[in-house]
């Protein structure tokens, strides 16, 4: 078996914990949640009492103890905030250890890829739905074509059923939704490699009778922009949310400056909003270009609601996010992916991802796919 050290013991790592530890004896997995809380780490041991199961107070911002977590392990899945993903980073670069994160925070994911340059194990970032799963149906898609013309790349983790005027409910990071609305977003436009504004070109569409909005947030590309360059012509991601909403938080970050508080808006997001596992995650792919000839477009879209997995009742954001990490670690155990340097989301066949026995989650019922 192999020992797994996930950073983290919140709403994906303790997901992504009971994930492994559902795993059979031979192919399975050994796992270490490692967290500053120890109000958390008890509540997971109390819910998890497989004896494959460890837990261990840290801080990361103690190196010397984070060094010391490190050891002897395959692999180290930071669900972390984004701002300390790097330390991760370093502290598994330093102990050869293989490295995977759920980080949308593109300065991060630059950073990784420096250190990824001469490591001698495996660097995997952005190992979630979006950025994660979305570039690997991206990628998958663009494959069929002669020659690219857009691809258009939306998602969102929404209630569902809405009930506030943010037509919103936390099943997410905070800190990372927040970062997603406030970084610059990287897109191509007519050809070029640019930077856009968050929470702008707004647009709406319909999907299975239900009207939505998607608009630019930051990160959820995630390599995919460097590897498209030159070959395509339009390039983008759009966070997908109810009407409404992109409108109410752009008055709370730009109009009312709460950009420049980050930590005010967290605090009145979380006291305000409820969380729900009642949610929905949609994942809309569209790409166009030269078939044979003629300019085609083929689409990728399927719905994942809550459903049970590993015998509890999750949310459909952890159950996609939760499911990619594990997935990537898994197909890295067997040897599928490269065992040291930086390895892109993008270059997994989606037929590898699906196949794989953490990746089927994605594999239900579409509700639209054009191969």
């Known amino acids: 078996m192999k020992n797994i050290l996930v950073i983290g013991g919140g709403k994906i790592g303790s997901v992504v914990a009971d994930l492994l530890l559902d795993t059979?004896?031979?192919g399975g997995y050994c796992v270490t949640v490692a967290d500053r809380s120890a109000a958390l780490l008890a509540d997971i041991a109390r819910r998890n009492t497989s004896p494959r199961l460890t837990t261990l107070l840290l801080d990361v911002a103690d190196t010397a103890a984070l060094s010391a977590a490190m050891q002897g392990r395959f692999a180290v899945l930071s669900a972390a905030p984004y701002f300390l993903t790097v330390q991760v980073a370093q502290a598994a670069k330093a102990a050869r250890v293989h490295y995977l994160d759920l980080t949308e925070d593109v300065a991060a994911t630059r950073a990784i890829r420096v250190l990824a340059a001469d490591a001698q194990s495996a660097f995997i970032p952005q190992c979630g739905l979006a950025p994660g799963f979305i570039s690997i149906v991206a990628a998958d898609l663009a494959r069929g074509f002669d020659s690219l013309d857009s691809v258009r790349m939306r998602v969102g983790a929404l209630p569902a059923y809405p009930s506030n005027a943010l037509n919103y409910n936390l099943t997410w990071s905070t800190e990372g939704v927040i970062n997603e609305y406030c970084e610059p977003c990287e897109a191509i436009v007519d050809g070029r490699l640019r930077e856009v504004q968050a929470l702008?070109?707004?647009?709406?569409f319909s999907l299975d009778g239900v009207l939505y909005e998607a608009f630019n947030t930051s990160g959820g590309l995630g390599t995919l922009c460097e590897t498209l360059q030159g070959r395509v012509r339009t390039l983008n991601y759009r966070t997908i949310r109810y009407p409404g909403h992109a409108a109410i938080m752009k008055a709370l970050l730009h109009d009312l400056r709460l950009k420049d508080r980050r930590d005010v808006l967290k605090d009145i997001l979380e006291l305000s909003l409820p969380a729900t596992m009642q949610d929905v995650v949609i994942v809309f792919v569209t790409v166009a270009g030269l078939r044979e000839g003629r300019l085609q477009q083929?689409?990728?879209?399927?719905?994942?609601?809550s459903h049970l997995l590993a015998g509890k009742m999750r949310s459909a954001i952890q159950i996609t996010t939760a499911s990619s990490l594990?997935?990537?670690?898994?197909?890295?155990?067997?040897?599928?992916?490269?065992?040291?340097?930086?390895?892109?989301?993008e270059d997994l066949p989606l037929a590898t991802f699906l196949g794989n026995r953490f990746g089927q989650v994605y594999a239900a019922e579409a509700l639209a796919h054009a191969a």
């Open 298 to 305: 083929d689409t990728y879209a399927r719905k994942i609601y």
């Open 200 to 204: 702008e070109e707004r647009e709406e």
């Open 24 to 26: 059979p004896e031979d």
């Open 326 to 345: 594990c997935a990537m670690l898994d197909l890295l155990a067997s040897g599928v992916l490269p065992q040291s340097g930086f390895v892109r989301q």
